[in-house]
Nanobody, 121 residues
Framework: QVQLVESGGGLVQAGNSLRLSCAAS????????MGWFRQAPGKEREFVAA????????YYADSVKGRFAISRDNAKKTGYLQMNSLKPDDTAVYYC??????????????WGQGTQVTVSS
């Protein structure tokens, strides 16, 4: 069992940066892949980034490639999403997720409660 808690969201101006954190509890976090997803009002939840258990392999949606960076610290049981050059279109609730396989779909076993990111123009 893994519990996930996101933090770091907020209101920022376009062009600025935010770093989201995802704190995990449970012994198996270091063996799980982790993903970040986001959901804007009236839209479906969409893939943002994913990282395998060791942190060696990372994957990004085209819309964030080159601007966002996913990472993890297994010793701290924490994952991160560094978001640079933010745009108003990045406004959404951001969720972290964990599961045995690194995928770009919502097929993760565990989810956090989400953190709001709002980017003003």
């Amino acid at each position: 069992q893994v519990q996930l808690v996101e933090s770091g969201g907020g209101l920022v101006q376009a062009g600025n940066s935010l770093r989201l954190s995802c704190a995990a509890s449970g012994r198996t976090f270091s063996s799980y892949a982790m993903g970040w997803f986001r959901q804007a009002p009236g839209k479906e939840r969409e893939f943002v980034a994913a990282i395998n258990w060791s942190g060696v392999s990372t994957y990004y949606a085209d819309s964030v490639k080159g601007r966002f960076a996913i990472s993890r610290d297994n010793a701290k049981k924490t994952g991160y999403l560094q978001m640079n050059s933010l745009k108003p279109d990045d406004t959404a609730v951001y969720y972290c997720a964990a599961g045995p396989l690194v995928v770009t779909t919502t097929s993760y076993d565990y989810w956090g409660q989400g953190t709001q990111v709002t980017v003003s123009s």
